[in-house]
């Protein structure tokens, strides 16, 4: 695995951690940490290829060009990806919107369900999502 493959699956892990300790305290902020999770568990895949990107809408995009709709992860998997999106937005930019513990929850769970899918596909050996 090269040193980008590793940052990446790293901060990735640490999100996941990190989202889910805030849940309860800071919802917006463990949705947000949940969606770069996702995020840089993404994009440690595509660095395998050499792909980066320079947007978060062109990792979506890309997820779901080159991941979904070639069949490497379900469509499902894809969703959940785009909600972590949403939620993010509502919690880092939605003004008066917050996202609820709940919601903040789900959130976590959805990241973990991409990071697992990325590691099913993954070219190389990636280290368990929770340590």
Same mark, same amino acid.
């Given at each position: 695995? %090269?040193?980008?493959?590793? @940052? =990446?699956?790293?901060?990735?892990?640490? +999100?996941?951690? /990190? $989202?889910?300790? *805030?849940?309860?305290? @800071? !919802? @917006?902020?463990?949705?947000?940490?949940?969606?770069?999770?996702? &995020?840089?568990?993404?994009?440690? *895949? &595509?660095? &395998?290829? $050499?792909? /980066? &990107?320079?947007?978060?809408? +062109? #990792?979506?995009?890309?997820v779901h060009r080159d991941l979904v709709r070639v069949g490497k992860i379900t469509p499902e998997v894809g969703g959940a990806y785009s909600a972590l999106v949403d939620l993010r937005n509502t919690g880092d930019y939605g003004g008066k919107a917050h996202v609820g513990?709940?919601?903040?929850?789900?959130?976590?769970?959805?990241?973990? #369900?991409? *990071? %697992?899918?990325?590691?099913?596909?993954?070219?190389?050996? =990636? !280290?368990?999502? @929770? #340590?």
């Amino acid at each position: 695995m %090269n040193e980008e493959v590793a @940052d =990446l699956w790293t901060r990735a892990r640490r +999100a996941l951690q /990190t $989202g889910e300790s *805030l849940i309860e305290s @800071d !919802p @917006d902020a463990a949705a947000s940490r949940a969606c770069y999770a996702a &995020f840089y568990g993404v994009s440690a *895949l &595509f660095a &395998f290829e $050499g792909k /980066t &990107f320079g947007k978060h809408s +062109a #990792v979506e995009s890309a997820v779901h060009r080159d991941l979904v709709r070639v069949g490497k992860i379900t469509p499902e998997v894809g969703g959940a990806y785009s909600a972590l999106v949403d939620l993010r937005n509502t919690g880092d930019y939605g003004g008066k919107a917050h996202v609820g513990s709940e919601a903040a929850h789900e959130a976590v769970k959805k990241a973990r #369900v991409v *990071l %697992n899918a990325v590691r099913q596909v993954s070219p190389e050996p =990636l !280290p368990p999502v @929770d #340590v």
